[in-house]
Structure formats: C-alpha cells, structure tokens
C-alpha cells in the first residue's frame, strides 16, 4: 500500500509565497514521475507542474516562472515552491505520484490566496 500525505497548505496574501510538501511512504521500489495538480471549486482539476524521476520539469502556462517543483528520490518527496501568488492559484492543491504503472492521489490540501 502506498501513502501520499500533503502538508504546507493554508491561507496566504496575493503576493506571498508557500512551500508545499508531499511524503511517499509504502510499498515503494521506485517512483517515476510525481506531480502537482489542482481543483477549484467548480472546475476540473488541472496539471500544476510535473517532475520526473531524473530531474525534467513541466509547468502549466499560468505558474511559469512563479512557482518550481523539486523533488529528492532518496526520501520520496516531492515540493512546490510557489511565490507571487494570485487569487486565482486558490485550489485543493493534489500530489500525484506513478509508481509500477500505477498513479496515486494525496488527500489534498487547501490553498487560499487573498486580494
């Protein structure tokens, strides 16, 4: 069984920064990719930004340059630094992890960015 857990969430001003964090834990050999996705309320969640294990990134258009994933294999998490925040980055922020062709969800954690 494998074990995603978020922490890092909360409420922040438009401009400020937060680091969010995501712990694998489990019947883990190896993790390939690990990302972070998003939902607000009332829209489909979307691809925040992705890693892979060897260090290749990808960012959605609207956090370029704002926000930069990491990760570190030897304890099987991966972050999100996120900086200038808007209002609009407000979401469940979801850490998704593929591990033996399988994908595996956190339970979500809160951020909410206020104008």
């Known amino acids: 069984q494998v074990q995603l857990v978020e922490s890092g969430g909360g409420l922040v001003q438009a401009g400020g920064s937060l680091r969010l964090s995501c712990a694998a834990s489990g019947s883990i050999f190896s993790i390939n990719a690990m990302g972070w996705y998003r939902q607000a309320p009332g829209k489909q969640r979307e691809l925040v930004a992705a890693?892979?294990?060897?260090?290749?990134?990808n960012y959605a258009d609207s956090v370029k340059g704002r926000f930069t994933i990491s990760r570190d294999n030897a304890k099987n998490t991966v972050y999100l630094q996120m900086n200038s925040l808007k209002p609009e980055d407000t979401a469940v922020y979801y850490c998704n992890a593929d591990i033996k062709y399988l994908s595996y969800w956190g339970q979500g954690t809160q951020v909410t960015v206020s104008s």
């Open positions: 890693i892979s294990r060897g260090g290749s990134t």
